[in-house]
């Protein structure tokens, strides 16, 4: 292998937090790195040129990713090798005659991964074969449990980012959403540095994407799998519609974008949130459909969704295309009882029965801190676990996200984030960071993480008595495994539920989960015979777990 493919290797591993003895070899499922020198230089790199690298594995199947300039005359490519032994790869360029980018050479060995990152002890991620959850490579589930710091990787210096890390890492968080470009809510990164220029033809900057490599590596450090937005669409503010490349930009700019962002970070671990809170019905969906099929191909290698605008549902518009892995949605910042319906009773409910079936999660339930659009008070650790527990409970659970105020626009002192008015006041983000939201997601990870989660599917036929009938703030969500042997039922405002229990192998042993504590108490046991009614003998939620005697 040439030196400067050596050295390249190495501090790709010492990113990854690979031993440097382990230098020349490329473990599984990390990433392999190589660099191109063009033998001129051109106006307009990001359109002139394009440059892509066949790597053929050791059992000779052959896989292809682009290469992405980097500034002057250097282009690199990253591949991340799915397979143990020797790897070879070519490239190919365009313009052909380009002797620094064209027929390029070269191979590496790829051994296997021998440390704790469970991102690579695992694999990547795909669809689980039921396809109502995710799933890494060798067949271990994946609880999507994010966070929203939509702005973090944009503002965000190198030690505040490690420092919010180690704690959703610690808090057993899996994945963070968040803005790869300038949109409506940060013009630039920290360095006050774009993306991007220009409208018809766009040049990107090397050196911001240079500091968005540092951010997503250390993403993957710590165990979390980067769900970056490629483009943000939101065309609900008519003020903002310039700043958001989705809704400023042609579409064949739209792709050339999306297309560079996917070569530049397609070897990291990721899923791509390929466009961000637009409205993708209609003839919108058709738009969205074509630019997906340009930017990832028919043969996508990692997981992709989308993130659509609040209470808007898009399952149909693009459960049948290639590159569409997941039912992204937003139940958004309502508080009304209309907002609540929809959650518990409309299209999460509802939609997951369709085929082909895919799995569902909620991107962006209440945040905490965030004000809500009628009642117009701030969202409480409360009011999240109940929009958490809804969300997981209404579909099968495959995952959820959380948010906070001052999280997500990552503010340095308190203060309303841009364009985004009316939604209160935020605290900075190392105030946010330890809202009591969080370590209820903590919770909440720790009770899943302790069931076979992925057996569960709704059944609200387990709840004899429904009080969100009348209150749709107290909906009691219920779900049960197929098989009968477990069953969770989540109460907003504690007190007594009712059950009937001819879905579940009774006898079953019963216990309250405080999802606020994570503390577990003693239920009974219920035996068969007619309905069950349980004290939770308290005002605050809780989740009663239902476990069939022996199992």
């Not at 704690?167 to 809510?185: C, E, H, N, Y």
Request: aromatic share 12%; glycine share 8%.
């Amino acid at each position: 292998m040439p030196l400067r493919v050596r050295l390249l290797a190495v501090l790709t591993l010492v990113l990854l937090d690979v031993p440097l003895w382990a230098a020349s070899p490329v473990p599984l499922w990390t990433r392999f790195e190589a660099q191109f020198a063009s033998a001129r230089p051109y106006e307009n790199p990001l359109q002139d040129v394009q440059v892509e690298v066949e790597f053929t594995a050791p059992n000779a199947e052959r896989r292809t990713a682009a290469a992405f300039w980097d500034g002057g005359q250097v282009w690199r490519v990253r591949f991340s090798p799915d397979q143990k032994g020797k790897w070879t790869y070519r490239t190919q360029s365009t313009p052909a005659d380009d002797r620094g980018l064209n027929d390029q050479t070269g191979e590496f060995t790829c051994v296997a991964y021998t440390g704790q990152n469970p991102l690579y002890r695992h694999g990547a991620l795909r669809l689980a074969e039921n396809r109502r959850h995710l799933e890494h490579s060798d067949g271990a589930p994946f609880f999507w449990l994010s966070d929203t710091a939509w702005n973090g990787a944009l503002k965000a210096d190198a030690r505040s980012w490690e420092t919010y890390l180690g704690d959703r890492a610690a808090k057993g968080f899996t994945a963070i959403q968040f803005v790869m470009t300038q949109w409506l809510a940060a013009a630039g990164n920290a360095d006050l540095r774009l993306a991007y220029l220009g409208r018809e033809t766009i040049s990107i900057d090397p050196a911001f994407f240079r500091w968005m490599d540092k951010r997503v590596d250390a993403l993957n450090a710590h165990g979390l799998v980067a769900a970056p937005v490629l483009i943000w669409a939101a065309h609900w503010n008519k003020r903002t519609l310039d700043l958001n490349p989705g809704t400023s930009l042609p579409d064949d700019q739209i792709i050339v974008l999306a297309r560079y962002l996917v070569a530049r970070y397609g070897a990291h671990q990721v899923i791509w949130i390929l466009a961000g809170d637009s409205d993708y019905r209609g003839e919108r969906a058709e738009r969205w459909r074509k630019i997906g099929r340009a930017v990832f191909g028919e043969h996508p290698t990692r997981l992709a969704t989308m993130h659509p605008s609040g209470r808007t549902w898009v399952g149909d518009e693009f459960r049948h295309e290639p590159w569409y892995s997941f039912v992204g949605y937003q139940s958004g910042h309502g508080d009304s009882d209309e907002d609540f319906r929809w959650l518990t009773d409309g299209p999460p409910s509802q939609d997951w029965r369709a085929a082909p079936v895919l799995p569902i999660i909620n991107l962006e339930p209440n945040y905490e801190g965030h004000r809500g659009y009628t009642r117009r008070k701030p969202f409480d650790a409360h009011a999240v676990r109940r929009a958490a527990y809804w969300s997981l409970l209404a579909s099968p659970p495959a995952g959820v996200s959380y948010g906070a105020h001052g999280i997500w626009s990552w503010e340095l002192s308190p203060e309303e984030p841009m364009n985004h008015a009316g939604t209160g006041v935020a605290p900075p983000w190392f105030e946010a960071m330890r809202l009591p939201g969080s370590t209820s997601m903590k919770h909440l990870k720790a009770l899943f993480s302790s069931l076979d989660w992925w057996t569960l599917l709704p059944d609200q036929e387990l709840v004899a008595e429904q009080p969100g009938v009348v209150s749709p703030q107290n909906f009691i969500a219920a779900a049960k495994s197929e098989d009968g042997n477990l069953a969770l039922v989540y109460i907003p405002e504690g007190g007594r539920v009712t059950l009937k229990a001819e879905g579940i192998n009774l006898p079953a042993t019963a216990q309250w989960f405080d999802p606020a504590t994570g503390l577990r108490s003693d239920a009974g046991e219920v035996r068969a015979g007619g309905k069950k009614s349980l004290d939770a003998h308290t005002e605050g939620d809780r989740v009663l777990i239902l476990r069939h005697v022996g199992k």
